[in-house]
């Protein structure tokens, strides 16, 4: 069982402010912007392994078709994971994404030491919500920035019990991620809080890297080294044309969509139709 320690260290007020943004537009740290009736959430509520009350938010698809567990970003708002959940959901996907300790629907104190117990209990009420409802489709886990750690380390538990993994804009060593967020901390390698890759090497499954080539935080030669360690051939680094990290799903637009779904489909074994072949332009009929 891979556990995510050593990241009390990170428990600090100016990593902690730098993590989980707490500003009144941040919609899974409290805002509460009205999404359209068509694509309008139900609200889960479960309970971490010290009875902290935590949240997610579920935007269901087809019962049959994959559910994605996703660890939104430190940048991520309201609009943006409705915009994701619409995406996702025209291909019959259900997207659930949860609330971090603190952060809000989810009461406590956000804490980057309580990230693997609380994403240990979102997928467990997640699988208890699915069988409940009768929801038959399997189980994806998703992450984006920081949460690509917790969602690497809730894959790397459950390698077989998810499909797949998708991480957006991932880092490869945690110094490295807070470096480029400005906040250099200088850890080793030995004492590296989220240990992404020793992490990944356990993670069989394949992989979906989205990444922007003008990410100024985490860059393309330092994402492939976490890229490098997946175990699994089928996993994909997709490059996806934006200005920056932070808006990948924004500029990606629809092409953002069909790349997840894509990668999602072979994983079931769905291959794209074969287009018809046109006939020859020019090519003169027989019949007279």
């Known amino acids: 069982m891979v556990e995510m320690n050593k990241t009390g260290i990170l428990d600090r007020p100016d990593i902690i402010e730098l993590l989980f943004d707490s500003s009144p537009v941040s919609a899974h740290t409290g805002a509460q912007t009205a999404c359209p009736e068509a694509v309008q959430d139900s609200v889960l509520d479960f309970y971490s392994h010290d009875s902290t009350r935590l949240c997610a938010h579920i935007f269901p698809g087809r019962p049959e078709e994959p559910h994605i567990l996703f660890f939104p970003a430190e940048y991520d708002d309201r ?3 409705t915009g994701l959940a619409i995406g996702l959901r025209q291909y019959g996907f259900t997207l659930i994404y949860v609330d971090y300790r603190g952060c809000g629907n989810s009461s406590g104190k956000p804490a980057v030491s309580s990230l ?8 467990q009420a997640v699988k208890n919500w699915c069988s409940s409802e009768n929801r038959s489709g399997p189980l994806l886990v998703m992450g984006r920035s920081i949460g690509t750690a917790a969602a690497l ?11 797949a993994l998708i991480l957006e804009s991932a880092f490869d060593r945690t110094d490295d991620f807070l470096a480029g967020k400005g906040l250099p901390q200088g850890f080793s390698s030995e004492d590296d809080p989220f240990d992404n890759r020793s992490k990944m090497e356990q993670y069989t499954k394949p992989v979906l890297f989205l990444h922007s080539h003008a990410d100024q935080v985490v860059n393309l030669n330092q994402i492939e080294w976490l890229v490098a360690e997946s175990r699994s051939k089928a996993t994909q680094l997709q490059i996806v044309p934006s200005s920056s990290r932070e808006d990948l799903q924004e500029i990606g637009g629809e092409l953002y969509h069909k790349i997840i779904r894509d990668f999602i489909n072979l994983r079931l074994g769905r291959r794209p139709p074969r287009k018809k072949s046109r006939r020859l332009q020019g090519t003169a009929s027989t019949e007279s």
Do not use: I, M
């Open 116 to 123: 693997a117990e609380d994403s240990e209990a979102f997928f």
């Open 153 to 163: 380390d809730l894959a790397a538990r459950h390698c077989e019990k998810t499909l």
């Open 79 to 81: 609009q943006s994971l």
